[in-house]
């Protein structure tokens, strides 16, 4: 048995501060009357950030938090205050309303952003911010210990953390007691990385999922035209569970096999101009999973 929410992300909400955010009250409303039981926290700042007041809103709705996300500039040494500040604050939120993971993801940079997808023309972070990286997302761990939940680390399109030998070099540097691993199915795929595959070999390093699917007509066509990854976001990159390449039988043979029984959120990386339909779309998404035997 597995968790499955959703999150604010499927509604397009990825800062706190966006313009163009729907009001919060609706997402969470959306997310539950979507079938949803589990849900994400966003943003820090996007929710309500009063502990009680926000155990009240997700009670209302049914709705049980189980982890929330650091999106920040890990590989910036210049950003270390604001980054090791949010881990603080976001970690204790998590803690206090019950949640019990951090998913900690390095921001998406302008250089990597353009070569998304493509590794060969992908530059690598040069090794001295590497190593600072890597002693960055140490402190992180200790944050989220202190508040009781486990730090996981993200890979993601257009970052620092986004090919295989990338995520195999952290994670050889990374000790396993340290930090877990969050897969990100679609991230993953946008890399060219077998999530099944990938799983299956570090399954014992895995404490969490974001499920998401890749169009696959979309994505061949931003890695053969160089598109930049919020411009391939725009594009629809992004579909709804079950309409893309991430090969969903496979993982879910695979994540019974290793006798995986956490939680998974369902994401759909969207432009909320170009994709005006997230609560559908996460309907879609679950319908599909659950038909499958999630």
């Not at 909400?13 to 009250?25: R, S, T």
């Not at 009670?59 to 910036?76: D, K, M, V, Y």
């Not at 930090?179 to 099944?196: E, L, Q, R, W």
Request: hydrophobic share 40%; with cysteine.
């Amino acid at each position: 048995m597995i968790k499955l929410a959703n999150a604010p992300v499927s509604w397009g909400v990825d800062y706190a501060d966006d313009a163009q955010n729907p009001e919060w009250e609706r997402v969470m409303d959306e997310i539950a009357s979507a079938g949803y039981d589990f849900t994400e926290l966003g943003p820090y700042g996007y929710y309500p950030t009063d502990p009680a007041r926000l155990r009240d809103e997700f009670g209302r709705r049914r709705l049980t938090p189980i982890a929330g996300f650091l999106f920040e500039n890990l590989h910036e040494p210049s950003c270390e205050h604001a980054v090791l500040d949010m881990a603080r604050k976001t970690a204790k939120l998590v803690g206090l309303i019950g949640g019990n993971r951090l998913v900690v993801i390095d921001h998406i940079s302008e250089e990597r952003m353009r070569w998304a997808g493509n590794r060969d023309k992908a530059r690598p972070l040069a090794p001295q911010y590497y190593r600072y990286m890597i002693g960055l997302i140490g402190r992180i761990a200790e944050i989220a210990a202190q508040s009781g939940i486990t730090p996981v680390i993200h890979q993601h399109a257009g970052c620092y953390i986004e090919y295989e030998d990338e995520l195999e070099q952290l994670l050889s540097d990374v000790p396993a007691e340290q930090a877990g691993i969050c897969i990100d199915t679609g991230h993953m795929a946008y890399a060219g990385i077998d999530p099944v595959s990938f799983y299956a070999k570090h399954h014992h390093r895995v404490r969490y999922f974001h499920f998401k699917d890749i169009d696959p007509s979309v994505h061949a066509q931003v890695i053969r035209d160089g598109v930049p990854f919020l411009e391939a976001v725009q594009r629809k990159v992004f579909s709804p569970i079950g309409k893309g390449l991430v090969d969903w039988h496979g993982l879910a043979k695979a994540m019974q096999a290793h006798g995986y029984d956490g939680a998974a959120t369902i994401e759909q990386d969207i432009d909320p101009v170009v994709s005006p339909k997230p609560r559908e779309d996460a309907r879609v998404s679950l319908e599909f999973l659950r038909s499958i035997g999630f």
